[in-house]
């Protein structure tokens, strides 16, 4: 349950954050954004190993009360490989913004 406000923190927060900061700084580089961006980038690689590690401890505590009988095992692998869709998430939108930070970059000289 807490995975689904962090993954809402990574891709509202850090991740629309930083995307639209690269955009504006791809429409109008200036070195403030660029100033900007460096730890919103931060804070999407940070929330988005928060996030990962809710999961994890998530879905092993949920495999140490079941102890590992049964389906515990595969609700288990589940929670452990949804928990990796935020990292996915966040690293999705940081490439897409610093390829723009690039694009501005190459407009700026």
């Known amino acids: 349950?807490?995975?689904?406000?962090l993954m809402g923190f990574v891709i509202l927060v850090s991740g629309v954050g930083a995307m639209g900061t690269a955009i504006a700084f791809a429409a109008r580089p200036t070195e403030r954004k660029l100033s900007f961006l460096r730890p919103l980038s931060l804070a999407s690689i940070f929330a988005a190993v928060c996030s990962t590690s809710v999961g994890m401890a998530t879905a092993l505590k949920y495999a140490a009360d079941?102890?590992?009988?049964?389906?515990?095992?595969?609700?288990?692998?589940?929670?452990?490989?949804?928990?990796?869709?935020?990292?996915?998430?966040?690293?999705?939108?940081?490439?897409?913004?610093?390829?723009l930070v690039a694009w501005g970059l190459r407009r700026q000289a």
């Open 66 to 99: 079941a102890k590992l009988a049964g389906d515990a095992v595969w609700v288990m692998v589940a929670g452990l490989s949804e928990s990796l869709i935020p990292p996915f998430v966040a690293f999705a939108f940081l490439s897409v913004a610093w390829l």
């Open 1 to 5: 349950m807490i995975g689904i406000y």
